[in-house]
């Protein structure tokens, strides 16, 4: 990635986590953690990998995306608005009764979400039969899933796992963001992980490690499994829930939190550090 390319990706990530953490303070609650640590990732599809067109969401030869860990919503309905698929006013209504914007994305709702999502688990199997129906109709378009780590507690995602690394389905690239905690706490404290990257392997999987905060590293391994040709691939994004946000990544029930004075003040500290870096970088 060029040093003008790296730079845009970063201002991008900038002004969807300053979205993200404005309209979850304007809702007083939400799904913040797990969509702090997807916001990289996202600039990176977005900006370098995913073939979209805002002014046509329903482009036949568009890139899917399937974000299986539905609660972080936020992250791609924030980021689907700065790649002009709607109005950002339209992100102060999360959650709102008769809104758009879900808590869940929703594909009948939302312009630019291709697959509705939330019960932890369906999207691999989703995103398995978007990639096998691309293999029939030899098709170069791609399908990027997005997994936490803590979803993979269910079993629906190791047989969908299985079956596209068993017909070597290198049409979906999978992104398991290992945040390391989940509703109900930390991932190792509830089912124990292991080494995920080795799990993956074990399936069939060509798996690459990454640091999920730095999108240069992302664009990297994008670049690496994208030429693997003969075998299913992964990419283990290393994150923090709450990424961006010391005050977020600290706090212990960070996964869908509600607000206080305390995160106001805390949640304002960050929204004005993000504005001054994007005015200093000619965000904004």
């Known amino acids: 990635m060029e040093k003008k390319e790296l730079q845009a990706c970063k201002i991008h990530s900038a002004k969807v986590r300053l979205d993200v953490l404005k309209m979850l303070k304007w809702r007083r609650y939400g799904h ?165 990257a080795e799990k993956m392997r074990a399936f069939g999987f060509y798996t690459v490690r990454c640091d999920g905060s730095d999108e240069e590293a992302i664009d990297k391994a994008i670049e690496e499994v994208k030429g693997v040709k003969d075998q299913a691939v992964c990419v283990v994004m290393n994150t923090i829930k709450g990424q961006g946000s010391p005050y977020w990544e600290a706090l212990v029930d960070n996964h869908a939190p509600k607000f206080n004075a305390e995160a106001d003040a805390a949640t304002d500290e960050d929204i004005a550090r993000i504005e001054a870096w994007l005015k200093e970088n000619g965000g904004l």
């Open 32 to 196: 913040l953690g797990g969509a702090m640590s997807v916001i990289e990732l996202l600039s990176v599809l977005y900006n370098r990998h995913l073939r979209h067109d805002a002014k046509n969401p329903g482009w036949e030869n568009r890139d899917y995306l399937v974000l299986s860990k539905g609660h972080a919503g936020p992250a791609l309905y924030a980021t689907l608005a700065e790649q002009g698929y709607f109005d950002k006013d339209f992100l102060f209504t999360l959650n709102e009764g008769g809104t758009t914007l879900p808590s869940h994305p929703d594909k009948t709702k939302t312009p630019g979400v291709d697959a509705t999502t939330g019960s932890l688990g369906q999207g691999t199997s989703v995103a398995a039969g978007l990639g096998y129906t691309l293999r029939l109709e030899h098709s170069d378009q791609k399908v990027y899933l997005i997994v936490g780590d803590g979803e993979l507690n269910e079993g629906q995602c190791w047989e969908a796992f299985q079956f596209i690394a068993s017909h070597k389905l290198n049409e979906v690239i999978v992104f398991i963001d290992e945040n390391k905690r989940q509703l109900d706490g930390w991932t190792e404290d509830i089912i124990r992980q292991f080494d995920i």
